[in-house]
């Protein structure tokens, strides 16, 4: 494994937490019961769980802001690609259009993915320490979904350690 690669178990570790920090917010907010998350494997979604006691999949991906945030949180080298991305959105003047950048990449890359379920929404973590539920909801109208995608909703925990809150980014 290259340095620039996380180990299957830290993925999942990722994961599993970005998913359990999105479930206690789903469940504070609606008051919808929403339990036990178990990990698939590649074609499904990353995690599953029981929504009122049906399942549902969540794809999770998490939002960066700059090069040297995502290192210190993943605790190690990025690839080219990535490096060179990050780059880009940190010589963004402004936080807003970085954070609208960053967000709508995402959501394009998400949107081309296909997955083996019946029904899977999508679940963003926020890991930039600038930004915060709050924020993207100020910004919430000029975030692009694309209409091609898959996912029957489409959520973001407001910050990494999920002490702002979710929000609705679709429907």
């Given at each position: ?99 609208l950048k960053a967000?709508?990449r995402i959501l ?35 975030i692009d979904v ?26």
């Amino acid at each position: 494994m290259s340095p620039n690669q996380f180990s299957d178990h830290e993925k999942i570790e990722l994961e599993h937490q970005a998913a359990k920090l999105f479930m206690r917010w789903y469940e504070h907010d609606t008051g919808r019961k929403i339990r036990h998350i178990w990990h698939n494997q590649p074609s499904k979604p990353d995690v599953s769980c029981k929504l009122e006691g049906e399942r549902l999949d969540l794809e999770i991906a998490h939002l960066y802001g700059t090069e040297q945030e995502a290192m210190q949180i993943l605790g190690r080298n990025l690839s080219s690609e990535t490096r060179g991305e990050l780059r880009r959105l940190e010589r963004e003047s402004d936080p807003h259009q970085r954070l609208l950048k960053a967000l709508n990449r995402i959501l394009n890359n998400k949107a081309t993915k296909r997955y083996k379920t019946r029904r899977v929404w999508l679940v963003i973590r926020n890991a930039h320490p600038a930004w915060t539920a709050r924020e993207i909801e100020t910004l919430q109208h000029r975030i692009d979904v694309p209409g091609n995608h898959v996912f029957e909703q489409i959520w973001i925990v407001g910050d990494f350690a999920g002490k702002s809150g979710i929000v609705q980014l679709y429907p």
